[in-house]
């Protein structure tokens, strides 16, 4: 059946053309045959929905670091418009800046990587047909990687200890242990297990009651078609340790003990002659100061003659004191005459002296003694 007809009466005439092709588009003219003649023109437009003309394909694998070109040409009248989209609503490209939608009938990847691994929509519209839409799917192989969690593990002995690794690869890689140089298979000492996770997979080895000779470097292993990687840990032993602490010994320090003995008052009314010395023999005073265990006796040794002259005849000082400092125990002249406690008749109690009060009170008794009060 021919694909032109011609159909006419003495009213009209009409031209079918089925099925109509993209070659039929243009003017086409009516003419009647009177005198004079007439004629009319109609132009015809084909509508060419999209038609694909070259595409990659559903799949499309390509190495890392390889070029690749994914494309979707089509033919359409009006002419269409290609764009490309990443599935997941993912950015196509991300550096050096985001790119989401790629305009014409290829989309190039210079240098792919692996984050481009995904599946591509071309979508192929001219706006008065329907549109085309086909899905490639590309996949990026590289070789594994693997990250530690921690690269030395340690466990006491006879407490079961975990090691981690972690792989990335396309393909798949398959994973192994190893220790000494010898394969790791299940056993009752050794126990393995993956979780994988989106592209990465974590691959762990649990070491069962380990021994002295079980804290070594253990090493775990990934490996595909495109490469091979390893890792190693160090298993190694927690031993208890017991530190002893060296104490110091305490400080013992003796709060200095200081003794006044008044010279006893003599009897005899009568007055002493210049040239009969006053006895001090009992006249004490004694600083002790105790520090581990070390005794120091702060009184100097006596004169040649015991005695030290200041004025008048017969007037003497005490025995002197002197400072020793010993370590962090020093008494000072200062401490010593700070406080004397007295004892004799009604004076109880501490009161505050000095060598200058200690020698006036010397005094004061030597006069009381001697004077006459009349009271005979």
Known sequence: MPRLSL????????????????????????????????????YLQVLV?????EWSGSSVEAREGAAVSLICSARAYPPANTTWRRTDAEPIFEKPRIVWVIEGPDLVFPSVRREHHAAYTCHVTNGVTTPVSRTTYLTVTY?????????????????????????????????????????????????????KNGTRTKF????????????????????????????????????EQVISVPTQPAWHTTTPEIFFEPQEIPKSPQMPSASS?????????????????????????????????????????????????????????????????LSNRSCAGYIPMSPFVFFFLACLVHVLATVDCGCK
């Open 277 to 341: 010395p006053i006895n001090h023999s009992s006249n004490k005073i004694r600083v002790d100061t105790q520090r581990r265990k070390n005794v120091v006796t702060n009184r100097l040794p006596p004169s040649p003659s015991d005695e030290y002259k200041l004025g008048g005849k017969g007037q003497v000082y005490p025995p002197r004191i002197a400072e020793t400092p010993v370590g962090r125990n020093r008494t000072s002249f200062k401490e010593l005459f700070n406080f004397i406690p």
């Open 204 to 239: 762990i080895l649990t070491v069962r009651n380990p021994g002295p000779g079980d804290f070594t470097y253990y090493g775990c292993h990934a490996v595909n078609p495109t490469g091979y990687a390893k890792g190693t840990i160090n298993l190694f032993e927690i031993r």
């Open 49 to 53: 929905p999209p038609v694909l003309t």
């Open 143 to 195: 070789a594994p990687l693997i990250w530690l969690e921690r690269d030395m593990v340690g466990t006491k002995a006879g407490v079961d200890a975990t090691l981690n690794c972690t792989s990335e690869g396309n393909p798949t890689p398959r994973h192994s242990w190893s220790v000494n140089s010898s394969n790791i298979t299940e056993s009752s000492k050794y126990h393995m297990e993956e979780v």
């Open 7 to 42: 159909t006419a009466d003495h009213k009209s005439a009409a031209l079918t053309i089925s099925p109509v092709r993209a070659q039929d588009r243009g003017w086409y003219m009516c003419q009647v045959n009177t005198d004079p003649m007439t004629y009319t023109r109609s």
